[in-house]
């Protein structure tokens, strides 16, 4: 099992610009989980999908970013335009109904200039 | 509404000295309950879960658990810390949310161990 795979790993950005992050979750998990990490704030839930669609959005800091799961196998987390204070880890988790344990991918580190 | 809470921040133990990690929870009915470890540039990893039976779970690495419902706390424990057991520590707890497996998490705890 190939674990949950986030891409890029590292981005760097200069503000104003868009940027994209990309999960792929654990073949056979159906709930998908986007998280921010910061030393302020810790670790927050930004926005979670269950059978692609988005249950809970509460946590997306502002119109600024937006989150899709367009299938079962992919989802992104899109920043435009992207500002200095969104610098951050951006984890992405995945499980199963019912299941609560979530497996979490490697994180992309988010550094905007 | 369910929270974790973890008093401590911040914890330094000597290698080899016993460890004890403290989380409170609040939850309505019994808990789904976990303990992750995120080292240094990693993801999180999970340590052990509890979900019903037993009150003592056993995880990886050498740790365990107890949840004490009267206390409300699922303290993480291990006799005998080593230096790669540095790291930060979440609780979490699983929401009641229509079974889509949202989990809440404690702030974290940062282990420091000393040589």
């Known amino acids: 099992d190939a674990g949950v795979i986030q891409s890029p790993r590292h981005e760097v950005t200069e503000m104003g610009q868009e940027v994209t992050l990309r999960c792929k979750p654990i073949s056979g998990h159906n709930s998908l989980f986007w998280y921010r990490q910061t030393m302020m704030r810790g670790l927050e839930l930004l926005i979670y999908?269950?059978?692609?669609?988005?249950?809970?959005d509460s946590g997306m800091p502002e119109d600024r970013f937006s989150a899709k799961m367009p299938n079962a196998s992919f989802s992104t987390l899109k920043i435009q335009p992207s500002e200095p204070r969104d610098s951050a880890v951006y984890f992405c988790?995945?499980?199963?109904?019912?299941?609560?344990?979530?497996?979490f991918g490697p994180g992309t580190r988010l550094t905007v200039t | 509404a369910q929270s974790v809470t973890q008093p401590d921040i911040h914890i330094t133990v000597s290698e080899g000295a016993s460890l004890e990690l403290r989380c409170n929870y609040s939850?309505?009915?019994?808990?789904?309950l976990f303990w992750y470890v995120q080292s240094p540039g990693q993801g999180l990893q999970l340590l052990l879960k509890?979900?019903?039976?037993?009150?003592l779970v056993q995880g990886i690495k050498g740790f365990e658990a107890e949840f004490k419902r009267s206390q409300s706390s699922f303290n993480l424990r291990k006799p005998s810390v080593h230096w790669s057991d540095a790291a930060e520590y979440f609780c979490?707890?699983?929401?009641?949310?229509?079974?889509?497996?949202?989990?809440?998490f404690g702030q974290g705890t940062t282990l420091q161990v000393k040589p």
């Open positions: 999908f269950n059978n692609n669609v988005p249950i809970d």
């Open positions: 988790a995945s499980n199963r109904d019912r299941v609560y344990e979530q497996y």
């Open positions: 979490a707890v699983g929401a009641s949310s229509g079974n889509t497996g949202k989990l809440i």
């Open positions: 939850y309505g009915a019994t808990p789904y």
């Open positions: 509890y979900f019903s039976g037993d009150t």
